[in-house]
């Protein structure tokens, strides 16, 4: 039996409910926030389609929708960065889902070669304006 | 002298550069994860378009855009929740951005009274499908 998504439906259901029922947006996208299992580090954020979000639950691996290449990607199958699904949660409107994921090979996420995405903060000053400065991450 | 984002460059630059531009979808929109600053807790996921970002930045409180009224939303400005930017971060591409922020008012996040809007984990089971399990948030 393949795993099937209902329509959403009254917002109690939706916020209460025990039945996951992703609010696909228009693109057909839920946004996906990837979080390191053992420190919550977050390393990424990535975006599920139906298929990729059927496939992440039922293989227990990150399977995103890559937006760039218009294409099902499964994280890590270049790379050995698998992400394995420790838990997956899913938000009040059910349009965000965050997993929380062991990853596999180096242990890095990001195809700049760092650990997580988010390695730059964003500095403001009047004179300057808004740049960017890079963390360890 | 009002913040301008320009538009993002080549790949090097946006990657690697020290400049923030910032990808905002054909939507306008860029996804904003907030984490609490002090034990890194995923509080929700929000949209914020250039004007909410401008107003984040400048002001140090997370403004969004809601996507459901489309309006500017000032997180916390009916319930008290004020989300103060300890630091803003932005990811390879440019098109997500990570606030670690302190909350004001209860601490609280989410619209249904939790702390965090992921307050429910997926489980699976080919008998019974993706349900939704409360967890402790």
Redesign the interface.
Known sequence: ?T???DKPGTGAEV??????TPRFGADGLV?C?A?DAH????L??AHMNAVSLRRT??TGEAWYWSRSRGELWHKGATSGQIQRVV???????QD???IRVDVGGDGGC???G?RS??????T?D?GS?????P?GT
């Open positions: 039996m795993l099937q998504f916020e209460e409910g025990a039945v996951l946004a926030i979080v420190d919550g580090a977050v990424m954020l639950i039922e838990e997956m949660r899913v938000d009040c409107d965000a889902l965050l990001c195809h700049t760092r995405c988010f390695y730059r903060a964003v403001f009047e304006g808004a740049r960017l400065v963390i």
